[in-house]
């Protein structure tokens, strides 16, 4: 699904990335672990989760209705002379949020403003975001961070349904390794900008160059 060759990206003196080369497989939870600087956020290239990118002014539905591309009502134009196609596909947006508020579980916070929702709820609502698009390659920046263990295996949950039912492919970044220990394989271990191993869960926690990685001598 995506393969990376020798990439390498320096920030003036600093080598942030140095010679990765991967491959993530198409229908993985491909999991990429490593200590603080690794440059695991650096060589990332599509979505981030760190920070919710929701409209905190809109409602959960209206936050996924607007996702879809090529939206004909957004021209001042077709506002006057296509009035029905619009109705016709903003039925077609309004139908597909539902679907997707009922895959996540979100049903019941349709109307509430992205604002005020809970840190893992605005992560929820990101994944339905990509399910907006039929994104089919999802990449995740620590998607547990500030989330309680009850919402966070609520997200993991979709995760895997997502990955079971649709066949989104994900490679997520994540500190919360029994969280990565339930979804991931294989996993991907950098430090100092470059890969160091990968494998199943098992063989990375029973790896001593990643427990030395992460802990020291």
Avoid at 56 to 76: C, F, K
Avoid at 80 to 85: G, L, P, T, V, Y
Avoid at 115 to 136: C, H, I
Wanted: charged share 25%.
């Amino acid at each position: 699904m995506i393969e990376l060759k020798n990439v390498s990206k320096h920030f003036g003196g600093i080598k942030a990335v140095e010679d990765v080369s991967l491959n993530i497989r198409e229908g993985s939870i491909t999991g990429l672990i490593g200590p603080n600087g690794a440059g695991k956020t650096t060589l990332f290239i599509l979505r981030t989760f760190q920070i919710a990118h929701e409209f905190e002014n809109l409602t959960v539905r209206e936050n996924l209705m607007m996702v879809p591309d090529g939206q004909i009502g957004e021209s001042i134009l077709h506002t006057w002379i296509s009035r029905n196609r619009i109705k016709i596909q903003e039925k077609e947006n309004h139908t597909k949020a539902t679907k997707v508020m009922k895959f996540l579980n979100l049903d019941h916070l349709e109307s509430e403003k992205a604002g005020s929702l809970s840190g893992g709820q605005k992560k929820l609502l990101e994944l339905g975001r990509t399910m907006m698009v039929d994104a089919k390659i999802v990449l995740l920046d620590e998607v547990g961070a500030g989330v309680n263990k009850t919402l966070l295996k609520k997200i993991g949950e979709s995760i895997k349904k997502l990955n079971k039912e649709l066949g989104y492919t994900f490679f997520m970044i994540e500190h919360d390794i029994d969280f990565i220990s339930s979804l991931c394989d294989p996993v991907i271990v950098m430090t100092d900008g470059s890969v160091l191993t990968q494998g199943t869960v098992n063989e990375i926690k029973n790896d001593d160059r990643v427990i030395e990685a992460y802990l020291g001598n």
